[in-house]
């Protein structure tokens, strides 16, 4: 079985899908998802599919299985990279990925993640101390 | 309805033998109908290759239209046609140039009346039937394959992003939106999102004359689509009678932005992006 690797940068983890999902390798990703999140106590995933040409329903609830999974462990997901045929394609089946951010690649969705982090740092001054989030991204 | 190589003979050698008579006659009543808008010259140039044509075809004994004997005539006719189309003529004018050859021939043919004359007429009246409907169905074709390139080109120029300002985005969409038109809006549309990296895309449809229900449907799926790439749509351009019509059939936009003119889109989205536009006293160099 194919395992999809994690990548760490700063405090986002970078997850590159470029096989084929199968129910083996979207549950492994989960596991290993979770556990990362947990040992590396990043606030941010980012999930690659520029090179999925085909996003079914089955790869659309993976997606947001992994989203609600990073948000019970306090990390925003986006979704990048996705290709226009893909998003027509989604559009006429009416799947919405509901409850996953997107954005257009990598850097746009680094940007996304650092503002949340900053506003949500906003929000809880009293804890954090105002300026941790906002130098997070590299 | 094919002539047998007797009839087909005998008219063969008529046509032949009074040539000058019957394409005379034949160029007058073609004119009489065009009212000059087809010079003399061509004119007579088109009656004599048909003429020509038809004897060469007769001339070989047995006539069908369909058969590979009157391959030639078929192309003098369909030649015809496709010019006479092209040029504006309507579709009667065109099949009245052929029908005009019966006429002619009955004027030639009224000195001599014997029965077997009649029968002639009437089974040569026949081809030039069949030769009618030919050209009628050239024409029709002809036009067609017009209509189709004009709606090829259309297609291709109606549709350019334009960038507006860093990271944004617009397409102005001119004319109605069909399906056709709006598939190669939205590929185009996300194609430059994905190209440029631009997060923000403002659909502009001033140029659109009538929202109904499919157009509303088509913008939304843009929007839908754009969106799931992550990058956010306004629409802009909504004129007063568009904006009732939209109301009056209940289309609903939902949480997406919607602005009057092209610069309030831009503003709202300059916005969003956090550029400061402000007025400024107007300096004589800049």
């Known amino acids: ?138 | 309805m094919a002539l047998s190589a007797d009839e087909s003979g005998r008219l063969g050698e008529l046509l032949t033998s009074r040539a000058e008579q019957v394409t005379q006659r034949w160029t007058e009543i073609i004119a009489g109908q065009l009212r000059g808008r087809l010079s003399q010259a061509e004119l007579v140039r088109q009656v004599q290759e048909l003429h020509r044509a038809l004897v060469d075809a007769l001339g070989k004994g047995e006539v069908d239209l369909n058969a590979e004997e009157a391959t030639e005539l078929r192309a003098v006719l369909a030649d015809l046609s496709r010019g006479q189309a092209r040029q504006g003529f309507s579709a009667t004018e065109t099949a009245t140039g052929v029908f005009a050859l019966k006429e002619a021939l009955l004027q030639t043919l009224e000195t001599d009346q014997s029965a077997a004359t009649l029968r002639d007429y009437v089974a040569f009246s026949a081809l030039i039937d069949q030769m009618g409907l030919f050209t009628f169905e050239s024409f029709v074709r002809t036009r067609e394959s017009l209509i189709a390139d004009q709606a090829e080109q259309l297609l291709e120029l109606s549709t350019p992003v334009v960038k507006l300002w860093e990271g944004v985005v617009a397409v102005p969409l001119v004319g109605t939106l069909d399906s056709a038109r709006a598939q190669v809006v939205m590929e185009r549309l996300l194609q430059t999102l994905v190209d440029t990296g631009s997060p923000y895309a403002i659909i502009d449809i001033t140029g659109v004359p009538a929202v109904d229900t499919q157009v509303a449907q088509h913008i939304l799926k843009t929007v839908v689509a754009a969106r799931l790439m992550g990058a956010d749509c306004i629409i802009s351009g909504i004129r007063p009678q568009i904006a009732q019509t939209i109301v009056a059939l209940g289309i609903e936009f939902g949480d997406i932005a919607t602005k009057a003119s092209l610069a309030d889109a831009l503003r709202h989205v300059l916005r969003l992006t956090g550029v400061e536009t402000s007025r400024r006293q107007p300096r004589r160099e800049s």
Request: with cysteine; glycine share 8%; aromatic share 2%.
């Open chain 1, 1 to 138: 079985m194919e395992r999809v690797p994690i990548l760490k940068i700063g405090d986002i983890l970078l997850v590159s899908i470029q096989v084929d999902m199968s129910d083996e390798t979207a549950v492994a990703l989960q596991e290993d998802l979770a556990e990362r999140i947990v040992a590396t106590g990043c606030h941010g995933v980012i999930i690659d599919i520029t090179a999925l040409d085909i996003v079914d329903s089955f790869v659309g609830r993976m997606l947001s299985t992994i989203a609600s999974i990073s948000r019970v462990l306090d990390a925003e997901t986006v979704v990048v990279g996705m290709r226009p045929a893909v998003a027509i394609t989604l559009v006429e089946l009416g799947l919405s990925l509901n409850g996953i951010r997107t954005a257009l690649n990598v850097e746009r969705g680094m940007e996304l993640i650092a503002i949340d982090r900053a506003d949500d740092d906003h929000h809880e001054e009293w804890d954090d101390g105002p300026v941790a989030g906002a130098t997070a991204s590299p």
